[in-house]
């Protein structure tokens, strides 16, 4: 049995540290790697449906603002009505 304090022993405590240091340096460069990956597909994914749901958005606005002038022109046609009914209405109760 040899002791720790031959040279044969230390080069292998310094080549298996060394080999352990780079292993553990190879690992965290390729999670950080794939982590960043992965964040950045999942922003594009969001920056996607964000996009979509303004287009969605857009759309609803366009269609309420046609409907709204729509019912615009209604009520105008209905107060019209209503006006033309009320002066029928009080002319022939003043006549009266």
């Given at each position: 049995?040899?002791?720790?304090?031959?040279p044969q022993?230390?080069?292998?405590?310094?080549?298996?540290?060394?080999?352990?240091?780079?292993?553990?340096?190879?690992?965290?460069?390729?999670?950080?790697?794939?982590?960043?990956?992965?964040?950045?597909?999942?922003?594009?994914?969001?920056?996607?449906?964000?996009?979509?749901?303004?287009?969605?958005?857009?759309?609803?606005?366009?269609?309420?603002?046609?409907?709204?002038?729509?019912?615009?022109?209604?009520?105008?046609?209905?107060?019209?009505?209503?006006?033309?009914?009320?002066?029928?209405?009080?002319?022939?109760?003043?006549?009266?």
């Amino acid at each position: 049995m040899s002791a720790v304090n031959d040279p044969q022993v230390w080069t292998l405590i310094g080549v298996f540290t060394t080999i352990m240091l780079g292993a553990m340096t190879l690992m965290t460069v390729q999670i950080n790697r794939t982590i960043a990956a992965s964040i950045n597909g999942l922003r594009g994914e969001m920056i996607g449906r964000i996009d979509g749901v303004h287009h969605r958005i857009d759309g609803l606005h366009g269609e309420m603002n046609a409907r709204f002038d729509t019912m615009d022109t209604k009520f105008e046609h209905l107060d019209r009505d209503v006006t033309a009914l009320s002066r029928h209405i009080w002319r022939d109760t003043t006549g009266d």
